[in-house]
C-alpha cells in the first residue's frame, strides 16, 4: 500500500503560480484573436450650415476626423498602435472664451476671459488655461 504525503506550502505555492501564469498566457491569445478581427471600413460625411464633418476608417483600424467649424477647425487621427493627435486650427480674428488655469499671476484660475485667436495660440502654448468655446 502506498503511502500519500502531504504537499507543503511551497509545492502549494508554485503549482497556483504555474496555474495562474497559464491562465495569463491563454487570457493574451484571446484577446489577442479579438484584436486580429478586421475593421469594417466607414467614410461617412456629415453636411450642416454649422459644421461639416468627415470620418474615415479603414480595415486596419486608422481612424480619421475632420471637422470644419465657424470658429473651430480640426483633425483628430489615431493609428492602429494606438498613437492620437489632436490638431486645432483657430482663426487669428475670431473671438474665443479662454479660461485660465492659475499658471499666470495675471491670469486667475477659473477667470474667463474674452480674447482674438491669435492671443489665445500664445497662451495655449504657454499653458496658461483652456479654450471654453
Request: hydrophobic share 25%; no cysteine.
Amino acid at each position: 500500500m502506498e503511502k500519500k504525503t502531504r504537499t507543503t506550502k511551497s509545492e502549494k505555492r508554485e503549482a497556483r503560480k504555474d496555474r495562474r501564469e497559464d491562465r495569463k498566457e491563454a487570457r493574451a491569445e484571446r484577446k489577442e484573436e479579438r484584436r486580429s478581427r478586421e475593421k469594417k471600413e466607414l467614410d461617412i460625411d456629415i453636411d450642416t450650415k454649422r459644421v461639416d464633418i468627415s470620418i474615415d476608417r479603414d480595415k486596419e483600424g486608422n481612424l480619421e476626423v475632420e471637422w470644419d467649424g465657424k470658429h473651430v477647425d480640426g483633425k483628430y487621427s489615431k493609428s492602429k498602435d494606438g498613437k492620437v493627435t489632436l490638431e486645432v486650427e483657430i482663426n487669428d480674428d475670431e473671438l474665443y472664451v479662454f479660461e485660465g488655469n492659475g499658471k499666470n499671476r495675471r491670469l486667475p484660475k477659473g477667470a474667463i476671459w474674452k480674447l482674438t485667436g491669435s492671443v489665445i495660440k500664445g497662451f495655449l502654448k504657454r499653458g496658461w488655461g483652456k479654450l471654453k468655446k
